[in-house]
């Protein structure tokens, strides 16, 4: 890679860390995404009225929940979170993962798809956040269209795949079985103004931007880390204070990454803040979005 390059976009080594969600109601989030996602407790503090609570599997952290007493519910066609997607190694991990997911009452089951690149699940958790469980074909099997990567939304039978997969082992070992979060895909008010900064600032490179209002994007040629969409958010603003998305977390390998980054975002005039292992910067709709080094610790999470 040239150093013109490597300046203009992210580290092939890129990766997304846990997400943050702000909750009205801790307790019953947390219960949730520890019963149907399998995931545990890692650590909890409070700062001021505000709770913070990270979960995640083994020692990796997904998502850091946020009880914020007193703000509106999630609006569905605010910009903001599409679904945090949590990506599983195995289909035996995922099948697990799903069959917990819709034993559970508060789950919303939305559908299942085959992507040609990755099998996916979808749910709504109790407070109105979308949330994707996957698994990836074999990058061997990803068919290029020029720079764009094939994806599609074609119809995966759940009761088969659960038939197919489904692992008691998996299913008894819980937390303890690996889990990532894969990619993140967010809401938007129109696509140019999302691809100047996921693109053109952040350094994402664009990976499929054929399906109507919508373009997904990647590091190092993986077939999306971050997605945008107008399907119920064309037009909007600025995000209202409420409750939902609170913070995106994207994982570079260097510190050279994070200078690369605050050049970019200083051409544009892009205001950041930064304290030498992590740049936070926010989207045109005010979603927070921090890149931040690896070996990031429950605590460095907690105290973001």
């Known amino acids: 890679m040239s150093d013109t390059a490597s300046e203009r976009i992210l580290n092939a080594d890129t990766s997304m860390g846990a997400v943050t969600l702000r909750v009205g109601d801790l307790e019953t989030m947390s219960d949730y995404y520890s019963r149907a996602f399998a995931m545990e407790p890692l650590e909890e503090r409070s700062r001021a009225r505000e709770v913070h609570r990270v979960l995640g599997r083994g020692t990796a952290p997904l998502v850091r929940l946020i009880h914020t007493p007193n703000l509106p519910g ?85 009761n088969a795949y659960l038939r197919g997969h489904l692992d008691q082992a998996i299913l008894d070992a819980g937390p303890s079985v690996a889990g990532a ?84 975002l200083t051409a544009r005039s892009i205001p950041f803040a930064g304290d030498g292992r992590s740049v936070t910067v926010t989207d045109p709709w005010g979603t927070q979005v921090t890149v931040t080094l690896p070996d990031l610790t429950t605590d460095e999470l907690i105290a973001r």
């Open 74 to 158: 999630v609006d569905p066609r605010q910009a903001g979170l599409f679904h945090t997607a949590f990506l599983f190694e195995t289909p035996g991990s995922l099948a697990a993962t799903v069959y917990r997911a819709a034993q559970d009452p508060r789950s919303r089951f939305i559908g299942s798809s085959d992507h040609l690149v990755s099998e996916a699940f979808y749910f709504t958790d109790p407070e109105g956040n979308g949330v994707e469980l996957y698994t990836d074909r074999d990058r061997s099997t990803w068919i290029h269209d020029g720079e764009q990567i094939r994806m599609a939304t074609e119809y995966l039978d759940p």
């Open 181 to 264: 979060v894969g990619h993140v895909h967010l809401q938007v008010g129109d696509i140019q103004t999302a691809r100047a900064f996921y693109v053109d600032a952040l350094g994402f490179e664009a990976t499929q931007a054929r399906y109507p209002g919508a373009l997904f994007a990647s590091a190092g040629g993986y077939h999306h880390h971050i997605a945008m969409n107008t399907w119920n958010s064309r037009g909007s603003g600025p995000r209202a204070a409420g409750l939902g998305l609170g913070d995106v977390s994207v994982t570079v390998p260097a510190v050279a990454d994070l200078h690369s980054l605050t050049a970019r």
